[in-house]
C-alpha cells in the first residue's frame, strides 16, 4: 500500500521508527513518499500524490491551491487531515464535504436561564 504524508514538519524520526515496527510485527512492507511542503515542485508533487492509496495531511498555515488539486485529483480511497479542519478527508465515499453537508444547527439557547 502506497501512503503520502504531505508536511511542513521536517522531524518525523517518531513516525519512521513507528513505520518500522509496524512493519516487522504486523510482517507488511509499507511505502511511505514524505513531501515537505517548503520543497515543492508542482509537476513532481502531482505526480507523487495521484499514485497514492492513502494521504496523510499533516500542513499548517495552508496548501498551495495545486497542491489541493493534485490531493482533490488523486486516486487514494483515504486522505485523513491529521489538524485542522477536514475539507480534504476521504474515507471511501464519504468526504469532509458531505459530513459538513450533514451537519444540523442546533437551536440557540442561553445556558444562563
Same mark, same amino acid.
Given at each position: 500500500?502506497?501512503f503520502?504524508?504531505?508536511s #511542513?514538519? #521536517?522531524?518525523?524520526? #517518531?513516525?519512521f521508527? %513507528? ?5 516487522k &510485527?504486523?510482517?507488511?512492507k ?6 515537505y511542503v517548503c520543497d ?5 508533487? %502531482?505526480?507523487?500524490i495521484s499514485?497514492?492509496d492513502?494521504?496523510?495531511i ?5 496548501m498551495p491551491r495545486?497542491? &489541493?488539486? %493534485?490531493v482533490?485529483?488523486? !486516486? %487514494?480511497r ?12 476521504r474515507l ?6 458531505t459530513i459538513?453537508?450533514r !451537519? ?10
Amino acid at each position: 500500500m502506497r501512503f503520502v504524508l504531505i508536511s #511542513t514538519k #521536517t522531524s518525523l524520526k #517518531t513516525l519512521f521508527d %513507528a513505520i518500522e515496527s509496524v512493519e516487522k &510485527e504486523a510482517g507488511v512492507k509499507i511505502d511511505l513518499d514524505v513531501i515537505y511542503v517548503c520543497d515543492l515542485d508542482s509537476a513532481d508533487v %502531482a505526480s507523487r500524490i495521484s499514485k497514492a492509496d492513502v494521504i496523510l495531511i499533516d500542513v499548517r498555515g495552508g496548501m498551495p491551491r495545486f497542491l &489541493e488539486d %493534485a490531493v482533490l485529483g488523486s !486516486q %487514494a480511497r483515504v486522505v485523513v487531515p491529521l489538524i485542522g479542519p477536514a475539507p480534504y478527508l476521504r474515507l471511501g465515499n464519504l468526504s469532509g464535504d458531505t459530513i459538513a453537508k450533514r !451537519q444540523k444547527r442546533f437551536p440557540a439557547f442561553n445556558v444562563c436561564e
